[in-house]
């Protein structure tokens, strides 16, 4: 249970998979913001029918991804609400859960250009104020600061897992091994 006042940041996401710039956006929204703690929440179902990996796998590869960092819990709330996966809803069921604590999300300056598409992302705005990290070639705006992270993406990655190169640098060690040991990634099924 958490106290009044505290503030717990949201990282949603396909985590498909999780990266070095993800485990790096968490480490800074933990140094930048006074939080009780961040919970990473890998998307059950797409809401854009966008193809991943099965969510216990995405799930796995977060707890590997964060394991190092103090603060971080990888919730599984999207999986027990079941269907598509919408940030409001999930917002809204930690509210009721995690009653007095102020909930903060943090979304990357690449995603700012789609919040037009989110599902009432005004209300998700103001139900938990956003944490803006910059993403290399994206302008956070007014919320956004003068940093960016490395250039890596879940795109990459899978591009390089599918042509059988090394991931090493790109994703932290245990999501490499745990990717090899279980044959993922090889196909265009877990995404483009």
């Not at 993800?22 to 930048?32: E, G």
């Not at 990996?53 to 603060?71: N, S, V, W």
């Not at 996966?85 to 995690?98: D, K, M, Y």
């Not at 102020?102 to 979304?107: A, D, M, P, T």
Request: contains cysteine; hydrophobic residues 45%.
């Amino acid at each position: 249970m958490s106290a009044d006042g505290e503030q717990v940041a949201v990282f949603g996401g396909s985590f498909n998979p999780p990266h070095i710039a993800h485990v790096l956006a968490a480490a800074w929204a933990l140094a930048s913001v006074p939080l009780a703690r961040l919970l990473v929440v890998p998307t059950y179902r797409h809401p854009f029918q966008k193809a991943m990996a099965p969510y216990e796998h995405r799930l796995r590869l977060c707890e590997l991804a964060f394991a190092e960092l103090r603060g971080v819990e990888v919730s599984r709330i999207e999986a027990e609400l079941g269907g598509e996966s919408l940030t409001l809803r999930t917002l809204e069921e930690l509210r009721r859960r995690l009653p007095g604590v102020r909930l903060r999300l943090v979304i990357g300056s690449d995603l700012l250009a789609e919040t037009a598409k989110w599902h009432a992302f005004e209300r998700v705005a103001a139900l938990a104020p956003p944490l803006i990290v910059g993403r290399a070639g994206h302008d956070g705006g007014e919320l956004g600061g003068p940093y960016a992270l490395p250039p890596i993406s879940s795109t990459e990655v899978r591009r390089r897992l599918r042509s059988g190169e090394d991931p090493s640098g790109l994703v932290p060690h245990a999501v490499a091994a745990y990717v090899r040991a279980h044959g993922l990634y090889r196909g265009a099924e877990h995404g483009a």
